[in-house]
């Protein structure tokens, strides 16, 4: 059983910083990437910075220069720091795992539960 912890989701003012953080746990054999996608309220669940194995990082246009994706492998936790925050950051936030159980190819896809993030004055 493969679980995701995230944490560092709240409220912050237009301009503001989060650190967003996820934690994998579990049988894990490999990982294939890790990132975080969002979802606003009446909007499709959307990619906002996902890692791969080899260390490069997808960022969506939206966030570039804004949004730093980092991990520790050592522990499987990805970071997400996120500055200049704008209102239209204001989302909920998904920690997504790609990974393998196992020496065969398959792969297998995780969601986290989900953290809050609000950027409003």
């Known amino acids: 059983q493969v679980q995701l912890v995230e944490s560092g989701g709240g409220l912050v003012q237009p301009g503001g910083s989060l650190r967003l953080s996820c934690a994998a746990s579990g049988s894990i054999f490999s990982i294939n990437s890790m990132g975080w996608y969002r979802q606003a309220p009446g909007k499709e669940r959307e990619l906002v910075a996902v890692?791969?194995?080899?260390?490069?990082?997808n960022y969506a246009d939206f966030v570039k220069g804004r949004f730093t994706n980092s991990r520790e492998n050592a522990k499987n936790t990805v970071y997400l720091q996120m500055n200049s925050l704008k209102p239209e950051d204001t989302a909920v936030y998904y920690c997504n795992l790609k990974c393998r159980l196992d020496r065969t190819i398959f792969e297998y896809g995780y969601w986290g539960q989900g953290t809050q993030v609000t950027v409003s004055s």
């Open positions: 890692i791969a194995s080899g260390g490069s990082t």
